[in-house]
């Protein structure tokens, strides 16, 4: 089975088809946002995967994971020890393969001891349970600062992990230091590094990814060139990040580098290796191994916009496909 299709995106709540008829959802056909009392307050979307959307309702600390095919929610207590009012938290849904009744949420944060001693922890949820696993924790890299307020992107599926990218917000502005990896599998966290040839700033400028060929990959946006890089292992084991293609953005999107225009990220659609990119007048989406490209609108500067991939037929129903 191929990679289901990118159908459109949630900005944040509110569905945007892509598609092109006869393959595009109808307009009004997801609802996200139905009336009732779970709906009044401040939310934060967690991203998308396999037919559902997982959200932090901030204002009662719940976590709704919502089937917007369906209209279908499940309100889930958020654990004790993941207070955003304490430390910036961030989570992922997924389905195991082949499994198409049960989802599981992984939340992550830090929490840090008397000693000034500051470590990632992360819980993961099963609905065929009900109930939260335990805690499992990994120590973040001793060159942060003690009171480093490390802040998480949204977290990308490659493979059989997760990962997101950890910004560290004690500096003059917030840069990129490091990339968490959760492995679903072995049930364990890690913080791998960041190619040091890249700079370390702008967080809007980096992208977790699935590299060609396989494997964890970063995308970096260079002034109007998108760098592809691929971690690659050696036969001594020893894992080293690679540079491989570039892209000359401003000439594949015919941008008017002297006007001022800038690229920001503003999304990405994991399956599909799609990247939002925004300008100032402008939303693309673009295919990084074809290099296929759509201009969509003109962009919400303020947005994160939030991909949904899954499949669906417009005329028999819909259908999920699960597996990574």
Same mark, same amino acid.
């Given at each position: ?137 990994? *120590?973040? +890299?001793?060159?942060? @600062?003690? #009171?480093?307020?490390?802040? =998480? ?5 490659? /493979?059989?992990? !997760? ?29 791998? *590094?960041? +190619?040091?040839?890249? @700079?370390? #700033?702008?967080?809007?400028? =980096? ?5 060609? /060929?396989?494997? !964890? ?49 503003? /999304? ?57």
């Amino acid at each position: 089975r191929g990679n289901p299709p990118l159908l459109g995106f949630f900005d944040p709540f509110y569905f945007l088809p892509t598609m092109d008829p006869p393959n595009r959802v109808p307009n009004g056909r997801f609802s996200l946002c139905p009336d009732g009392e779970d709906w009044g307050g401040i939310f934060m979307p967690m991203g998308s995967r396999h037919g559902l959307l997982l959200i932090f309702h901030l204002s009662r600390k719940l976590l709704l994971v919502s089937d917007p095919f369906n209209v279908d929610q499940h309100r889930l207590a958020v654990p004790p020890g993941f207070d955003l009012e304490k430390a910036p938290v961030s989570g992922a849904v997924f389905r195991a393969a082949g499994d198409i009744r049960h989802f599981q949420v992984v939340l992550v944060t830090t929490e840090t001891d008397e000693q000034q001693h500051t470590r990632v922890i992360a819980r993961v949820y099963s609905s065929e349970t009900g109930g939260w696993g335990d805690c499992i924790s990994t *120590p973040l +890299p001793s060159k942060l @600062p003690t #009171k480093s307020r490390v802040d =998480f992107t949204i977290g990308v599926l490659v /493979g059989h992990c !997760l990962y997101w990218l950890l910004n560290d917000r004690s500096a003059t502005s917030d840069i990129l230091d490091g990339i968490l990896e959760f492995d679903l599998e072995r049930q364990i966290l890690a913080v791998k *590094p960041v +190619p040091v040839d890249i @700079p370390k #700033k702008n967080m809007c400028q =980096f992208q977790v990814m699935r590299a060609e /060929g396989g494997g !964890l990959g970063i995308l970096f946006l260079s002034n109007f060139s998108a760098q592809l890089w691929k971690m690659e292992t050696d036969s001594d084991g020893v894992a080293s990040w690679v540079l491989g293609r570039t892209v000359e953005l401003d000439k594949l999107l015919s941008l008017n580098t002297e006007e001022g225009e800038s690229l920001v990220i503003q /999304g990405f659609a994991e399956y599909n290796n799609v990247v939002f990119l925004r300008t100032h007048t402008n939303l693309f989406t673009i295919q990084l191994e074809s290099l296929q490209f759509k201009k969509i609108f003109r962009p919400n500067i303020m947005t994160r916009y939030h991909p949904f991939e899954s499949v669906y037929a417009a005329v028999d129903g819909f259908l999920f496909i699960y597996s990574p």
